[in-house]
């Protein structure tokens, strides 16, 4: 461990702290009061959701959103942090390789057979087709990108951003084609999905995101180290023993797999990913061994202030949280450019 990990040991659980904070005050908040503790109480004592309403508002409303947001703003940011050392991109996002858009193309393509042929509104517990699809998307991008971004039987960085951005542009494309094909009363569902929100969540949902995010992320931090030398070049990883080929399949196919899963469930809730691990990275510095469990952290915290404000700051309607992170992220992405240029470093 270098010496400046270990000086600076104590923000790891300094942000476990600050996430547990979370789980426990954001359920508080909302637009209905409650009396938390009574309800948690009566919960514990078997009370029945249905008969006792702060019941039913703690333990089937509020808790399982907020930690779905934990789940969702942690894996956004992890997997952020782990794209900008793949890419050896600052810039670089959960996002930028294409995979929000392939799922939101499937989602809103989902939407759109639902009126045509409503037989295939089938659900699978918390999986209806809106999610299948989403992430049966997110796959396609997966796949059609690794492919155009192998070259020479190596992963070329360049080409798997080309190939992303690409991507992204012609998912884009056929969203607005199948928007513009889609009656009406069909466009305020497309919206309100591709805006990003948390609403709706239940313990379904959030085990539909979790299983699959989870085993993600454990893959995604054991592989701070070799970032780390990924850091240096390729070439220099290389001869320091680093497998760069199975280093960069593994960190594009976990990173990529674990978006899917939240964008399959949540929507595209932008920013995340690059708002936290730049913030964090002024914390701890550019390893990644601290920076990215904390960045997992914080990146949960992070989502979840943003909801507890989109539900909160306006009693009539609530916002949807994919708006509060871009009203945040598009000034902080803006500060960004400027900063590097500044710097000589875009």
């Not at 070329?156 to 080309?162: A, F, R, V």
Request: aromatic share 8%; with cysteine; hydrophobic share 60%.
């Amino acid at each position: 461990m270098s010496s400046a990990i270990r000086r600076r040991w104590w923000l790891a659980p300094a942000a476990l702290a600050l996430m547990l904070a979370a789980a426990l005050l954001a359920p508080l908040a909302g637009p209905e009061q409650i009396d938390a503790v009574a309800a948690a109480r009566a919960w514990w004592s078997g009370a029945d959701a249905v008969q006792d309403w702060q019941v039913d508002i703690l333990m089937n409303i509020r808790l399982p959103r907020v930690l779905l947001g934990l789940v969702a703003g942690a894996t956004l940011a992890l997997v952020g942090a782990v794209f900008q050392a793949l890419l050896r991109n600052p810039l670089a996002t959960p996002y930028t390789l294409g995979v929000a858009s392939g799922g939101s193309f499937g989602a809103v393509a989902a939407i759109f057979l639902g009126e045509w042929a409503p037989a295939l509104a089938l659900r699978w517990g918390p999986i209806g087709l809106v999610q299948l699809m989403a992430f049966g998307g997110a796959l396609a991008a997966i796949m059609i990108i690794w492919w155009l971004a192998r070259v020479g039987g190596r992963l070329s960085t360049n080409e798997l951003l080309l190939a992303g951005v690409t991507m992204g542009l012609i998912f884009s494309a056929l969203i607005m084609a199948t928007r513009y094909l889609a009656s009406p009363h069909l466009l305020r569902d497309m919206d309100r999905w591709l805006m990003g929100q948390l609403s709706g969540a239940t313990w379904g949902t959030l085990a539909a995101v979790a299983l699959p995010a989870l085993p993600a992320a454990v893959v995604l931090l054991l592989l701070a180290r070799p970032l780390d030398q990924l850091a240096l070049g390729e070439e220099l990883a290389g001869g320091r023993g680093v497998d760069v080929v199975r280093l960069q399949f593994w960190s594009f196919l976990m990173g990529s797999l674990a978006t899917g899963a939240v964008v399959a469930t949540v929507g595209p809730i932008g920013f995340v990913g690059l708002i936290v691990p730049h913030a964090v990275r002024r914390l701890t510095g550019p390893g990644h061994v601290l920076l990215l469990p904390v960045s997992l952290l914080l990146g949960g915290v992070f989502l979840v202030a943003c909801d507890t404000v989109a539900r909160s700051a306006w009693q009539a309607v609530e916002i949807p949280v994919g708006i509060i992170t871009s009203l945040l992220g598009g000034p902080f992405f803006i500060a960004l450019l400027i900063r590097g240029r500044s710097r000589g470093r875009l």
